[in-house]
């Protein structure tokens, strides 16, 4: 008998040319970025960048603004967000796709376009720049990131759930909050993730649509690497790879989270 020649091609091959991507895109930046972190003005190996980061009163003000930024947003675009994915899940297929479509199609317009068209909006009602117009740009820009993983997740979800709890006794309030809510948690937890990171690097809006008072960390993390400023690519490195710590917690903790919610159906299955 013939032996079977082995395979030379494998379909983990397709693998290579996004691990090449990886590498020189993504991985040998942020190895740049902690060497520079690292490094004082005269090239000498220094922890003054980071002490700079955590003690200079500034960056911390436009920190704690920043976290409180984001976490308004987060929560304005959220009690928004999950009512109008609850009624397009409830929707009938034909009304639903249409209403969903028109949650989708500004995101096929440029996104300078769609800031500039709100600021104008925002003008014409008397609301000037400011923590308030940020918010609402913010939240304007976020909104389809927070709807579809939410709509998702409940368009998906297995409704003898919900017709259990009813045949059980439960009226509809009680029904959404213990089976409906806990059961969309994975949906939340990725929009809220999908929409709270960015935030920190998402400096244009505020930009735009914010004062002089309303900014966020990815603003001065850029003013650190124009070319004028070279002199502090130290301390902006080292205040990139600090947000980078707190984005890494934040998957961390989102992960968790999810995991967690996706057990408790199971075992309440089981029951």
Do not use: H
């Not at 001065?220 to 130290?234: D, V």
Request: aromatic fraction near 14%.
């Amino acid at each position: 008998m013939k032996k079977k020649k082995a395979k030379v091609f494998r379909p983990t091959a397709f693998a290579f040319p996004y691990l090449v991507v990886t590498v020189v895109f993504v991985i040998v930046p942020l190895i740049l970025v902690l060497v520079y972190a690292f490094r004082g003005e005269n090239g000498s190996f220094t922890f003054d960048n980071f002490r700079k980061v955590f003690t200079e009163t500034e960056t911390l003000r436009q920190l704690v603004q920043t976290l409180e930024l984001a976490a308004l947003s987060t929560v304005v675009c959220l009690l928004i967000a999950y009512p109008v994915a609850y009624i397009l899940s409830s929707a009938p297929f034909k009304k639903m796709a249409i209403l969903a479509l028109l949650f989708i199609i500004p995101m096929w317009i440029n996104f300078m376009l769609r800031i500039f068209a709100l600021q104008s909006l925002l003008n014409m009602i008397g609301l000037k720049k400011g923590f308030a117009a940020a918010v609402i740009g913010i939240v304007y820009d976020f909104f389809p990131y927070m709807l579809l993983p939410i709509y998702n997740v409940l368009s998906n979800m297995d409704k003898s759930y919900v017709e259990a709890s009813r045949d059980l006794g439960a009226n509809g309030v009680k029904t959404f909050f213990k089976v409906t809510l806990p059961l969309s948690f994975p949906g939340v937890i990725s929009g809220v993730s999908m929409m709270f990171m960015p935030i920190f690097s998402s400096y244009a809006i505020t930009k735009m649509m914010g004062d002089m008072n309303t900014t966020v960390i990815g603003a001065k993390i850029a003013n650190l690497f124009e070319y004028q400023n070279y002199g502090n690519y130290g301390y902006g490195s080292a205040l990139s790879f600090v947000l980078l710590i707190v984005v890494l917690l934040f998957m961390t903790l989102a992960n968790f989270l999810t995991r967690r919610s996706q057990k408790a159906p199971k075992g309440g299955k089981a029951a």
